[in-house]
């Protein structure tokens, strides 16, 4: 399984994991597991996902991923799980 | 589950203190490019390395996109030139740089020649010819190694390259003397170093390698902002932590790189290594442990545990360490350094203590540019003592400044940075560095 973490931040608004969740299953993403809290208004979301459904590489995935940053005007970020499970387990 | 914690703590590492991956650097052989025909050896250099590095720096920023983790630089080593030219070595140099171009890496290091016991007629002629070749070319690195602990110092060797240094810095004096940037002089060098300008793929490593130097000093630096006041056990134990950390990500780089390559994984190499950028500094480590400016009293001592904590640390995460493991302490490179060396906290002196007990040596360092060639040779002569006796490897980076003088200020750019011209003792040494033979190799018994 290829695991990947999504972080999203930005200003709260309506509808951010909705947008982000609809997306990720347009592309046969499946989400393993979201944490999700607001600061002062600041969204900050992470959500575990397995890339292996989608049949496309990680380049093309974060490239359909840029109209959801574009419309919510949040910061959302990809990368592999490997390097977190890397630096905190032996 | 990795718990949201450790993510924030990983990305900030990333993204606020300046962690990253210095170096995916690959080794290539090219012994089996040697050819009486130096145009003939040229154009098989060219292909071979075209070839085996097509896909470097592809990988190396599909890694970067994927990991989310900086990869700042792409590189080759190769087999020291003086091993496979017969003949006239510029056009062999020509093609490395051309090659490198080709292939998009930032440097190609293995302008070299090993002449710790004596020179080879190459040696000979890579040594006349690297001004030249520096000067012209861009992506080109050189080292000569002029000691070893099993065969001592060769001083005709040392002899040579203060001249050699000396006649770059002028050759390329409108660039502040760059060429020398790109030239290291060593003793005890090693065959896996991923880091320039000293890398080149030695005799015992296999056909191609990928090896990775990391870095992280803005890291150290905020893992020991959370414990000041605190003893040296906690200060050695936190920092083992952080280099841990630090080092898993190398290897899981390395090993990425490796399978995507179906090249070999060789060596990480446990390094601190710093930029002149603010919040990526050896200094600053060593300030954060309570010293005013790197240089003052006790700065030793620091970097000695700073060293050895992050070996501890690193071997753990790696199933291969090698390279020049070590926290480096070049001056133009790194904002502390820079800063301590303009306020006079640090000296040349100062500087070669602390090589003793760190990885490299006399490192980016600015000199005036009427320093004599035999003051130079007397530098390096110096530092390779050091290193030879030590069992450790050790080197000389400095740049003759043209028409400058001690406080004036060099320019490089880029992680290559600036400094300020620092005064060398003017006290004569010709008569020394006129002897030339070889210092016998130390006894390695009896060892007080």
Redesign the interface.
Known sequence: MTKA?I?VTGLDTTGIIASVATKLSEMNINIL?I?QTILDGYFTM?M?VDLDGAKMD??EI?KRLQPVRESLKMTI?????????????I | MIETGEILQTMRMIQEENFDIRTITLGINLLDCSDSDANRCAQRVYDKICKKAENLVRTGQEIETEFGIPIVNKRISITPVSLICQEDPMPIARALDRAAESVGVNYLGGYSALMHKGATLADERILASIPEVLCETRLLCSSVNVASTRSGINMNAVREMGEIIKKTAEMTAEQDGLGCAKLVVFANAVEDNPFMAGAFCGVGEPECAINVGVSGPGVVKVALESVRGQPFDIIAETIKRTAFRITRVGQLVAREASQRMNIPFGIVDLSLAPTPARGDSVAHILTEMGLEMAGAPGTTAALALLNDAVKKGGVMASNHVGGLSGAFIPVSEDIGMIEAAAAGALSIEKLEAMTCVCSVGLDMIAIPGDTSASAISGIIADEAAIGVVNNKTTAVRIIPAFGKKAGDRVEFGGLLGYAPVMPVNTKGNEAFIARGGRIPAPLHSLRN
């Open positions: 973490l972080s597991d944490t992470m575990v990680f380049e974060d970020h990809m990368q592999r799980m490997d390097i977190f499970d890397a630096m905190h387990r």
